[in-house]
């Protein structure tokens, strides 16, 4: 018997296993067997799983999270009985078919993260594009603060406007106090900082005593607060859609979302703590009460044409090509038009080159420019 379950590459208990059902059951007994337990004492109770899915749709249907994290949350503060971990929660979604297996994304430690270390000391504001429930387009101005993630405004309108903008902010101030510091993308709303101009916005918080501060061109995630926040937002507002026919209708349900986010929603960012807890844990920072002194303006009296990205060292310039330098690659230059065909390019504000047209050929080859008495320190690009 030895020889034989050594020439099968079995071991004999494993014979003789077969070989029993096999006497008992005939070929049936051959037949591959589950091998689950006939008892599991420390499984989830039924019940309980059925409470979990029942959490779970309520919270979608509501338009709000609905993640293992944030179910157990919301069974931990009902106090019925104490939940399981938030890993059981998770395999029992898992289980039930709620999760979908997602491509792996980028790590978070590639990331770098930035929080403000008080209340009050940076507000983000952004806008975001919505659609009535008939079908009209509007936006949705949201500012909230950086170190609570508390929603300070968020306020409907048609568009949103420099008055508009200054209106909600100045209200926004008022109610929970000035801010030392505002972050925005360079939306022209927001900045003229890259066009070379202050817009309205700029002036109002310079006069204040308020620092203006811009994200980096395409890059997001600077202003990533509030864009997250933007998310959870429209998530409360589609399960609302069909109710929401007009701009009043959704500034009231804009005022709801943010008792909600501010009062009663755990921020998993900030420990699962509510943004109005957090906000008043510690005294907030204030504006700075001297005014800052006003921004020079690089470009003046100038019209700007437009802005273009740096390839290859060159700017397309309508179906003219113009050689600034390779170290700009990537960047983005912006073009002044300042009589005729007489150009200026400029980046970050600093004059790279002016030239004048030559409509005879197509590449614009590099060509040292005198000195402009309004640009002392320029860059002087490579060929």
């Known amino acids: 018997m030895a020889g034989l379950c050594r020439q099968l590459g079995i071991s004999r208990q494993s014979f003789y296993k077969w070989r029993a059902r ?9 037949q591959e067997r589950s091998r689950r337990p006939k008892r599991s004492p420390r499984r989830t109770a039924v019940w309980f799983e059925e409470v979990v899915v029942e959490y779970r749709k309520k919270l979608i249907d509501q338009g709000l999270d609905a993640g293992a994290s944030t179910i157990h949350w919301h069974l931990c503060r009902d106090g019925t009985f104490k939940p399981p971990s938030e890993a059981t929660i998770w395999r029992i979604l ?5 999760v979908t297996a997602t491509p792996s994304k ?10 403000a270390d008080r209340p009050n000391e940076r507000w983000q504001v952004d806008h975001t594009e919505w659609i009535l429930a008939d079908g009209t387009g509007v936006q949705i101005l949201n500012i909230i603060d950086d170190h609570s993630r508390l929603c300070v405004a968020s306020v409907a309108a048609a568009t949103v406007t420099s008055g508009m903008l200054w209106d909600s902010f100045e209200t926004a101030g008022r109610r929970w106090g000035w801010p030392s510091s505002c972050l925005s993308d360079n939306g022209l709303v927001f900045s003229g900082k890259l066009r070379g101009f202050e817009v309205e916005f700029e002036k109002r918080l310079r006069t204040t005593g308020i620092v ?16 997250r926040f933007q998310q959870t937002l429209k998530k409360w507002l589609a399960a609302r859609r069909r109710h929401l026919v ?10 709801d979302f943010a008792d909600y986010y501010n009062h009663q929603r755990p921020h998993r960012g900030i420990g699962r703590a509510t943004p109005y807890s957090r906000w008043a844990a510690q005294p907030p920072a204030t504006a700075n009460p001297q005014p800052l002194p006003p921004r020079p303006r690089p470009i003046d009296a100038a019209t700007v044409r437009s802005e273009r990205k740096v390839i290859a060292g060159n700017v397309h310039y309508g179906n003219h090509i113009i050689r600034i330098g390779a170290q700009h ?22 004059l790279v080159r002016t030239l004048i047209i030559d409509p005879t050929r197509r590449y614009q080859p590099w060509r040292p420019h005198p000195p402009d008495p309004q640009q002392p320190h320029r860059a002087s690009p490579g060929r």
């Open 212 to 227: 203006a501060i811009t994200s980096r061109p395409f890059h997001p995630q600077t202003c990533g607060k509030v864009e």
């Open 22 to 30: 096999y006497l008992v059951e005939g070929l049936e007994g051959l």
């Open 329 to 350: 690659e990537g960047r983005t230059a912006h073009l002044v038009i300042r009589s005729g065909d007489h150009l200026a390019l400029y980046i970050d504000e600093q």
């Open 94 to 98: 898992v289980r039930r078919g709620f």
């Open 106 to 115: 980028r790590p978070k430690g590639s990331l770098r993260r930035f929080e």
């Open 246 to 255: 007009t701009i009043g209708l959704l500034n009231h349900s804009l005022d």
